[in-house]
């Protein structure tokens, strides 16, 4: 029998060595802090805080697919993460009491609206060039947030919509406890929304190394090329475009059971859709890995800014200046992401690659010449 091919060979090797990359180890890294978060740091605050960059690093890496991989701006992301919240708040609400197979059902009709809703975007705007797809999805994602505020009897309106959810999420429920920390409801639900963060970020990672992924960046990069050597560009958008969506309403499934609570505020307002497009330009758009900085970097800063102005009270209680520019948090996170646009144009991970590519050409030509 004869022996692997030289093109088997080098890809063995490169699959050995990205086992033990330096990327494994701190993706290995990140993963155990955020197991052993809340027990090393029992504090809510803390836990929220994770929870919601795991939740919103899928929301954004799913908007990157979109815009970073496709070079489709979607201005109505949020409404599909909206309509996963929904999902799960509305079927476990209108069905008085939760039930397991809530979670699911939730997440198929979730993903069913978004497909279609998806496809409907994609089969009218896709043709047409421009900013139309934008405009598009902006005029959907405006008139969803008008429809959950109009539509009492459905939604509740501005009043929200709380709820309860079944076995170990439930509020009361109790496992004693490890290592001082209780193990509570909603810390099963802790650890379920990094679970499905995992398996999302994963399938992400999977689906844009996959030959498919290889076409869009084709695409994004030079479509007339694309058609010439034969692929159907409107067919692998479309796909993008409804794979993202579905993942978004799974990643807004997850942010409403964090919070038990659902209103057109806080799941389909634009604000959460200048938060998305914030994080994926902080991130670097089609980094994918990009995506978690980029939520972290804003969730940090929305929770951690305000503390100046108690820690000017405590430390220059008679000063009156100063006490008064610490009020102006946002103006500080205004400057940070300014400067985090000015040293990282390309995103932090968008740079840092570049960065690093850079060297590795320079390393490689200096051997040459040598």
Do not use: C
Request: glycine share 8%.
């Amino acid at each position: 029998m004869s022996g692997p091919t030289p093109v088997q060979k080098d890809r063995y090797q490169w699959q050995h060595s990205r086992l033990w990359s330096p990327a494994v180890a701190l993706q290995l890294l990140l993963l155990l802090a955020f197991l052993t978060a809340p027990f090393l740091v029992p504090s809510f605050r803390v836990m929220d805080v994770l929870a919601k960059v795991m939740i919103f690093t899928i929301a954004v890496a799913s908007f990157d697919l979109i815009l970073g991989y496709t070079g489709q701006l979607s201005l109505g992301h949020a409404m599909f993460f909206g309509i996963g919240a929904y999902s799960l708040g509305l079927v476990i609400y209108h069905s008085g009491s939760p039930q397991w197979y809530h979670l699911v059902l939730a997440a198929l009709v979730a993903i069913t609206l978004s497909v279609v809703l998806a496809v409907i975007i994609a089969f009218f705007s896709l043709r047409v060039k421009a900013i139309f797809f934008a405009m598009m999805t902006l005029a959907l994602a405006e008139f969803a947030h008008i429809l959950a505020i109009q539509w009492y009897d459905l939604t509740l309106a501005e009043d929200g919509v709380s709820f309860k959810l079944p076995g170990i999420f439930a509020v009361g429920w109790s496992g004693g406890e490890v290592f001082g920390t209780q193990l509570n409801g909603r810390l099963m639900v802790y650890y379920f929304i990094l679970a499905s963060m995992v398996v999302l970020f994963v399938g992400l990672m999977r689906f844009v190394r996959s030959p498919v992924g290889r076409v869009l960046k084709s695409i994004r990069e030079n479509e007339q090329r694309s058609i010439a050597l034969g692929f159907r560009t409107f067919r692998y958008q479309t796909f993008a475009i409804v794979f993202g969506s579905a993942v978004a309403s799974l990643a807004g499934i997850l942010f409403a059971m964090w919070l038990r609570y659902v209103n057109p505020e806080s799941v389909m307002a634009t604000p959460i859709m200048l938060n998305i497009l914030l994080m994926v330009i902080i991130g670097g758009l089609g980094t994918m890995y990009g995506s978690m900085i980029g939520a972290a970097f804003l969730q940090f800063a929305e929770t951690w800014l305000p503390e100046i102005q108690k820690l000017a009270q405590a430390l220059l209680p008679q000063a009156a200046i100063v006490q008064r520019l610490a009020e102006r948090w946002i103006l500080y996170f205004g400057i940070l992401f300014v400067l985090v646009v000015f040293f990282f144009p390309k995103g932090v991970v968008g740079t840092a690659r570049d960065i690093i590519l850079k060297r590795r050409q320079g390393e490689t030509g200096g051997r040459t010449d040598g």
